[in-house]
């Protein structure tokens, strides 16, 4: 069974994805800046934590690859969808939030494919 802290360090490392994803164009669109909030807000961790990523909401946080923690297939399949509808969430997706998911697709070990069908999946959604 996974503990509490491993499971508030998985969170809180697909929040600080979700906001790298967001802040790749380097602005954060009033849009993007509520959808993160209502993330941060429904996330299962502790107030402290909470506030924590709020603070990253101030200024434009960088993908960190390296500190995404062992996922399981389903997590990292999420993560990437999540970051996918957050690059339309602002109705653009430009060259660094493209850059951003193939990035994310290769750290997460996501098949192209599958981050293809994803990205349809989102783009459909969101256009409809």
Do not use: C, N
């Not at 009033?30 to 996330?43: D, F, N, P, T, V």
């Amino acid at each position: 069974m996974m503990s509490a802290m491993a499971e508030q360090d998985r969170v809180l490392a697909s929040l600080r994805v979700w906001v790298a994803t967001a802040w790749a164009d380097g602005t954060l669109a009033e849009a993007e800046s509520e959808a993160l909030r209502r993330l941060i807000g429904y996330a299962a961790i502790p107030e402290a934590s909470k506030a924590e990523a709020l603070t990253w909401l101030d200024a434009p946080v960088e993908l960190d690859v390296g500190q995404l923690p062992e996922l399981s297939a389903v997590r990292k399949l999420f993560i990437y969808r999540v970051a996918a509808a957050l690059t339309r969430v602002d109705l653009e997706l430009d060259s660094t939030e493209r850059s951003l998911l193939h990035k994310l697709r290769r750290a997460l070990d996501i098949d192209e494919a599958e981050a293809g069908e994803i990205e349809l999946g989102v783009r459909a959604r969101r256009d409809s």
